[in-house]
């Protein structure tokens, strides 16, 4: 079981790292500049360090209990981390698409609007509004957009292919609707798995897709064989899922309603076992790398 990285609640903020017992092992305050109270964050892991998209401009790179921080000048919509490269999406004017090093260097930037990105398949995928574009991790070329029937809402890659899901609603946007759909990164053809009720979240492994959603009515959680492409509702306990380790669920209790987070918990679908990790109230989670 691997340790995980969480950027607590506390102020100053502050990203801990638990091993499997919930024992903080590091914590590195994110000061000179913190992130705005209230701001979003992103958290993402490389082989050796810890990489954090502060929503309102700053990019950290934690390796160890070296922090070094990096302002783009604008917020900040997309992270995703590849080997010792960070890919940052970026709400400028014009909107960019960034390239950066274990040094914090920009080593390329690309005029283009995405507000999520993914890596897989040899490619960066960056979502907008219905589209979906590949980027060239060396060239930095992009290849035409991509359309979904459909806002996209959700991406990730696993088992081989892109997973996207796309939202439909009334104009009133009380009638929610979605479709989970697979797009092939060698012939970029995408085509709609199943259709899904509400507007779900996706956590893509290579073991699983799962979905997640709180308080609808007809499910809260479910898991997808991305190979048979079955779904299959699952009864637990009421949790809010981030992330996923194989067939093993991390995510936030939802036990109080609090501003700075909640606990960190573990849930084993397969047994229906859900167990605390640590004490720290959490806002994001990230697998550690190493």
């Known amino acids: ?124 995928w960056g979502t907008w509004m219905a589209t979906v574009s590949r980027i060239d991790p060396v060239t930095l070329a992009v290849g035409a957009p991509i359309a979904l029937d459909g806002f996209i809402t959700q991406l990730g890659f696993a088992a081989g292919a892109l997973w996207l899901i796309t939202l ?22 995408a085509s709609a798995v199943m259709p899904l009720p509400g507007r779900p979240n996706l956590i893509a492994t290579d073991a699983a897709l799962w979905l997640t959603q709180r308080d609808h009515p007809a499910w809260t959680l479910a898991r997808v064989d991305p190979r048979a492409l079955t779904l299959a509702p699952i009864a637990g306990p009421r949790f809010a899922p981030m992330l996923a380790e194989d067939d093993h669920l991390w995510g936030v209790s939802l036990d109080e309603n609090r501003a700075d987070g909640g606990g960190v918990v573990g849930y084993a679908p397969a047994t229906g076992e859900l167990r605390q990790r640590g004490t720290v109230l959490v806002r994001e989670l990230a697998l550690a790398g190493s």
């Open 168 to 189: 439909h609603a009334d104009r009133a946007g009380a009638d929610q609707r979605s479709t989970l759909s697979r797009l092939d990164p060698d012939t970029l053809q």
């Open 1 to 124: 079981m691997r340790d995980l990285w969480v950027l607590s609640g506390s102020a100053p903020p502050r990203v801990v790292r638990l091993d499997a017992t919930g024992a903080e092992i590091a914590a590195v305050e994110l000061r000179d500049p913190a992130p705005m109270t209230g701001d979003s964050a992103q958290l993402a892991c490389g082989p050796d360090a810890l990489w954090v998209a502060a929503g309102h401009a700053l990019l950290y790179r934690i390796a160890g209990a070296e922090r070094q921080a990096l302002d783009l000048g604008h917020h900040l919509d997309g992270l995703a981390v590849d080997g010792e490269l960070a890919w940052v999406s970026a709400d400028g004017r014009p909107r960019h698409v960034y390239r950066i090093d274990r040094d914090l260097q920009i080593t390329g930037s690309i005029v283009h609007a995405a507000h999520a990105l993914a890596i897989g398949g040899g490619a960066v």
